[in-house]
């Protein structure tokens, strides 16, 4: 059974670093393209970056280029979003997701109901 763990979040000041975790368990995802997600109370789901995972490749949101980098540890089997320079906006609830892709089709993976499994989200306050 395939489990998602996200942890890192908090609460930063503005422009200021943070770091997120994504645990993955339950089946090998050399295969898989991980992403990432944030949800703001009473809005959608919002895309912020995906990575295939065997080859490393990247796919960001414009809001999150320049700013955000997604990595992974094949070892620790997780998944990293390192942000930095962090605004108020990016207040949100941060959420890892995972499906099946290739790495010709992490740019692909962007609408929240094209991915099978979810973590259960960490909160990210951004203070002013």
């Known amino acids: 059974q395939v489990q998602l763990v996200e942890s890192g979040g908090g609460l930063v000041q503005t422009g200021g670093p943070l770091r997120l975790s994504c645990a993955a368990s339950?089946?090998?995802?050399?295969?898989?393209?991980m992403g990432w997600y944030r949800q703001a109370p009473g809005k959608e789901r919002e895309f912020v970056s995906t990575?295939?995972?065997?080859?490393?490749?990247?796919y960001y949101a414009d809001s999150a280029k320049g700013r955000f980098t997604i990595s992974r540890d094949n070892a620790k089997t997780t998944v990293y979003l390192q942000m930095n320079s962090l605004k108020p906006e990016d207040t949100d609830v941060y959420y890892c997701?995972?499906?099946?892709?290739?790495?010709?089709?992490?740019?692909?993976?962007?609408?929240?109901?094209?991915?099978?499994?979810w973590g259960q989200g960490t909160q990210v306050t951004v203070s002013s």
């Open positions: 339950g089946r090998s995802f050399s295969d898989y393209v």
């Open positions: 990575t295939q995972w065997s080859s490393g490749t990247t």
């Open positions: 997701a995972a499906r099946p892709g290739t790495y010709s089709t992490v740019h692909s993976f962007t609408r929240e109901n094209e991915y099978h499994y």
